[in-house]
């Protein structure tokens, strides 16, 4: 028992780069006063001892603000980060060295009996406020995003975002050259280049990305036809096309969250 305390506390300094002491760990970490407690509860639930297990899983919940059934299954070097408001269900199996900051929830889907929560194989990683549901299965080393709802498999070492989750996969060249150049129009057009990641689950970013794309080939198309005009003996196009600054933005009071955004990613403005 003792070498796994101490096993779990190692664990801690690990991942925490806010630890200081053994002391401090054993005194001040929620997350592993929870799976302490579980330990005890689940020894009981496994003995049959139902009721005694459910009351000290509930004072466990009001001492640590994190409830995990008893008859959840935990591997070695688990590690609740921060603690407050994770929700491990009945049927919940975590693998080692699986980390999960607050507000997790490894709930079910279904009233009916049986295998109705995650699986969480070893070296699993989910983000705060993150919902896993269901019997569906994180294979090893699988993150994660904060806030995101998985309901469906999760590969080895990929990454899941978004409601629903989904994988993000790694970028192609095609598709970081088209991020550069994305990146080139929305300079022109007074947008910060972080507002048009390809990674970002935004969907107003996504949004004014493709507007971008379009806005940018309209400009291109407009000027190949003022050329093809004025080299049959017409004048047009004779002015540049509008630009677009921060004062467009006064009114609508933009304008400084807007200069704030970039100063934050380049300080030198």
């Known amino acids: 028992m003792f070498e796994r305390i101490k096993e779990d506390i190692q664990s801690v300094f690990h991942r925490d780069p806010a630890a200081r002491t053994t002391f401090e760990v054993l005194t001040n970490y929620p997350g592993l006063h929870a799976i302490w407690f579980h330990r005890l509860a689940h020894k009981l639930w496994k003995n049959n001892w139902k009721w005694l297990a459910r009351t000290i899983s509930t004072f466990s919940r009001w001492l640590t603000g994190v409830e995990i059934h008893p008859g959840a299954t935990l591997g070695r070097r688990f590690f609740i ?13 975590i693998g080692d060295d699986v980390t999960l900051y607050h507000g997790v929830t490894l709930g079910g889907t279904t009233w009916t009996g049986g295998k109705r929560h995650p699986t969480l194989e070893d070296n699993v990683v989910v983000g705060a406020g993150a919902k896993v549901l ?136």
Request: hydrophobic share 35%; proline share 6%.
């Open 81 to 93: 980060d921060h603690g407050m408001g994770v929700v491990i269900g009945e049927t919940a199996e």
């Open 134 to 269: 269901g019997p569906i299965t994180m294979h090893k080393g699988a993150k994660v995003g904060s806030n995101s709802v998985v309901v469906k498999d999760v590969p080895e070492n990929a990454t899941v975002i978004g409601v629903p989750g989904r994988i993000v996969m790694p970028k192609k060249q095609k598709d970081e050259d088209k991020h550069q150049q994305r990146d080139k129009i929305a300079r022109k057009y007074g947008f910060d280049a972080y507002a048009v990641d390809p990674d970002n689950p935004d969907p107003v970013a996504n949004a004014i990305g493709v507007m971008l794309d379009h806005v940018h080939l309209i400009d291109t198309k407009v000027e190949e036809m003022c050329r093809a005009i004025n080299d049959m003996g017409g004048a047009v196009c004779g002015k540049s096309l509008p630009t677009i600054n921060l004062e467009n933005f006064q009114e609508s009071g933009m304008a400084d969250d807007i200069q704030a955004s970039k100063e934050a990613f380049d300080p030198s403005i």
